[in-house]
């Protein structure tokens, strides 16, 4: 008898936990670790939504079975968020569906439509969901180099030629985690176009709408005739700091939508209604709160980029997201992003991601959450600087 079943076997030893385990130690050891490793948010949740969490908490039978599409209020919330924002118009009954987040959301959308040997085209470096939920569901990843849209979109005609089956979808992730870049609506036209032409669906992800410093990020159902193929999923998780309340949507195409919610009607009874309440809350009360979240974090990456850029690691400065990109400091990168990342929590108290986790073209890569506050992010940057100084000979390793 095999030790692993089938689909624990198709994934991967999880890169991040070789950090993680690093980490675990020193903190065990009373070492402060400056934790820039995972994009938990921390900051918190706007007031307004906990009391409406309390309030609805305390009504009797609002501890029962919940609704696994959502509850309707919920659902046209979510509706009226996409037309407010982006100008588009959704049935909340047919064409969008409450998740667990948007990881569940994507792992679901791979259950419901992946058959076994299915080809989905994904983005690499990418978030691991977008790959791993299509591979556990029997699927197989075509991966294309992403180290910006255009990068991405040039391959994709490569890619369908060569890939046999045809590819049933191919996944966007814009604003981009990890590499934090933007795609603009002049992307998506043709993203959406290609997907047409070829006969494939196109799942976007799109859970840092609002983590944005520049101009607002378009959404992929923007484009005329998007919903004849398309499917967005976000989430509150960032926008609100509302990520263990674990609720996101999925939102477009009818078909992908009523297959979602019907695999969904067989593994979940949806999130605890008060916690459903109080997202609804979220997205249609006051969002002066999402303009607050937007200042810090962007002045975060300031401090971030212009600090670490005088240690002597230049931090290029992200548009959108909660990450930072950057590419290993010159005299590490033979080193891999693995171990460098190691060395860096063991010796300078300062844990990251390696690139290495979220695709093999992101190895040369560190991803940095925008995750401390702004003292934190400057002893990291002195820390950076004392690290620099006692490996000046790891070049010559």
Known sequence: MTADFYKTRRLPPYVFEEVNRVKARLRAQGVDIIDFGMGNPDLP???????????????????????????????????SYYDRRFGVKLNPDTQVVATLGSKEGFANLAQAITAPGDVVIAPNPSYPIHAFGFIMAGGVIRHIEAHSPEQYLSGLGRAVRHSVPPPIAMILCYPANPTAQVASLDFYKDAIAFARKHEMFVLSDMAYSEVYFDEPPPSALQVEGATDVCVEVNTLSKTYSMAGFRVGFALGNERLIAA?????????????TPIQVAAAAALNGPQDCVEEMRAIYKHRRDVLVETFTKAGWPIPSPSASMFAWAPLPEAFRHLGSVEFSKRLVEQAAIAVAPGAGFGEYGDGFIRIGLVENEQRIRQAARNLKKFFGSNSAVAAE
């Open 45 to 79: 949740v706007p007031p307004h939504i906990i009391d409406k969490l309390v309030e609805t908490a305390k009504k009797p039978r609002t501890n029962r079975y919940s609704a696994s599409r959502g509850i309707p209020g919920l659902r046209k919330a979510m509706a």
């Open 260 to 272: 979602l919610a019907r695999v969904k009607s067989y593994l979940d009874y949806g999130a605890y």
